[in-house]
């Protein structure tokens, strides 16, 4: 069984970083591609960042040049790092891998 933690979510000035985590279980990532979802408030949930079992990354035009995806296969994790955060980046965030849904971290971006 599948199973993805995401963490590192929380309250931030804009301008400012976070790094989130998603922990996977259940699957090694190194041979799955695994996306990066947000949804906002009364929203629909939003593609934000794919990297391929390949290393290859996407992104949304929203987030290129700020967001980066990375994996740690040791760790069998994947994280988002996120900089020059907006608040319009205010979303709860859930990683995504072969059909299974972690259940979300929010972030908050605010002065």
């Known amino acids: 069984q599948v199973q993805l933690v995401e963490s590192g979510g929380g309250l931030v000035h804009p301008g400012g970083s976070l790094r989130l985590s998603c922990a996977a279980s259940?699957?090694?990532?190194?041979?799955?591609?695994m996306y990066w979802h947000r949804q906002a408030p009364g929203k629909q949930r939003d593609w934000v960042a794919t990297?391929?079992?390949?290393?290859?990354?996407n992104y949304a035009d929203s987030v290129k040049g700020r967001f980066t995806v990375s994996t740690d296969n040791a760790e069998n994790t994947v994280y988002l790092h996120m900089n020059s955060l907006k608040a319009e980046d205010t979303a709860v965030y859930y990683c995504?891998?072969?059909?299974?849904w972690g259940q979300g971290t929010q972030v908050t971006v605010s002065s």
């Open positions: 259940g699957i090694n990532v190194r041979y799955y591609a």
């Open positions: 990297i391929t079992s390949g290393g290859v990354k």
């Open positions: 995504r891998i072969a059909g299974a």
